[in-house]
């Protein structure tokens, strides 16, 4: 059973940044598409990156395409999530996911973390 614990939220104020971390354990991360997806105050779940096995191929919501960066370090089963310029409309709780296949849909990964709260304040 992989086991997922996100590190790095926090308050900032608009135009910062943050450096989001997620630790697996209890399996084969490097065989483990990652994820990162987010929840904001009154919002359903969204998708926000996704990076392959080996870092070849990455994914981006259109929304956090540019400031977001997702990577990984398989020696240290650990992916994480660059957040640049961060605004107001970043404010969620952001969520570590893993599965199988590199996709947007929610239903594609099996194993989540509890998540990270996020809070930029204008």
């Known amino acids: 059973q992989v086991q997922l614990v996100e590190s790095g939220g926090g308050l900032v104020q608009a135009g910062d940044s943050l450096r989001l971390s997620c630790v697996a354990s209890?399996?084969?991360?490097?065989?483990?598409?990652m994820g990162w997806f987010r929840q904001g105050p009154g919002k359903e779940r969204e998708f926000v990156a996704a990076?392959?096995?080996?870092?070849?191929?990455?994914d981006y919501a259109d929304s956090v395409k540019g400031p977001f960066t997702i990577s990984r370090d398989n020696a240290k089963n650990t992916v994480y999530l660059q957040m640049n310029s961060l605004k107001p409309e970043d404010t969620a709780v952001y969520y570590c996911?893993?599965?199988?296949?590199?996709?947007?849909?929610?239903?594609?990964?099996?194993?989540w973390g509890k998540g990270t709260q996020v809070t930029v304040s204008s």
């Open positions: 996911a893993a599965g199988p296949f590199i996709g947007r849909d929610i239903k594609t990964y099996n194993y």
């Open positions: 209890g399996g084969a991360f490097s065989s483990l598409i």
């Open positions: 990076i392959s096995r080996r870092s070849i191929n990455t």
